[in-house]
């Protein structure tokens, strides 16, 4: 686990949610994970959307993963997997995804990462989504040394 300290972004609208997944498109690298955590319609993909859109540098067209369970994309200098764990019901069917393998080299965003259980990367990026007024809040925790300040300097944050 990481010692830096939590971020909270407030994200007013959709337009925010896509900012986001731009600036974290921008900062991370092959090795890190990001684990989506939220309730249905909180807002998982459309973050993760974002951010592939935006490292892929182009308009393409990214389904859900829900049926799938993984989608993968090839960015420049960097593999994306997109999962999304909420049809499986053991630990173990991540591993036959080949995810734990993914982990090591490719830049994983993960849905409904409880599914994971040990299997969780000791320094993924922990994005929560929740309500907040009429927007929603991103509270990120975790992540490789360093990568919490470098989305809050991508965001425009002093902190």
């Known amino acids: 686990m990481s010692s830096q ?9 959709e337009s925010a949610s896509t900012r986001l997944g731009a600036v974290l498109a921008d900062v991370l690298q092959p090795g890190d994970a990001v684990l989506l955590r939220g309730g249905i319609g909180a807002g998982k993909t459309h973050l993760a ?9 182009r ?20 593999e994306i997997w997109h999962a999304d ?22 830049i994983c965003l993960v849905e409904w990462p409880d599914r994971l259980g040990d299997l969780a990367p ?8 929740s309500p907040s007024g ?8 975790g ?13 425009g ?3």
Do not use: K
């Not at 300290?5 to 609208?13: E, G, I, K």
């Not at 393409?60 to 200098?77: C, H, I, K, N, R």
């Not at 991540?94 to 490719?106: C, P, Q, T, W, Y």
């Open 122 to 129: 000791a320094t993924a990026l922990n994005i929560a989504l």
């Open 134 to 141: 009429d927007g929603r809040l991103a509270a990120c925790s």
């Open 59 to 78: 308009m393409e067209d990214v389904p859900s993963p829900s049926f799938t369970l993984v989608q993968t994309y090839d960015a420049a200098g960097a």
């Open 85 to 106: 764990l909420y049809r499986l019901s053991h630990p173990d069917e991540v591993m036959e995804l080949g995810l734990d393998a993914a982990f090591d080299s490719a």
């Open 5 to 13: 300290p939590p971020l909270s972004l407030f994200l007013a609208d």
């Open 157 to 159: 944050q002093d902190d």
């Open 49 to 57: 959307r974002a951010f592939i859109q935006h490292r892929l540098g």
């Open 143 to 155: 992540g490789r040394p360093g990568l919490l300040a470098a989305i809050s300097a991508a965001w």
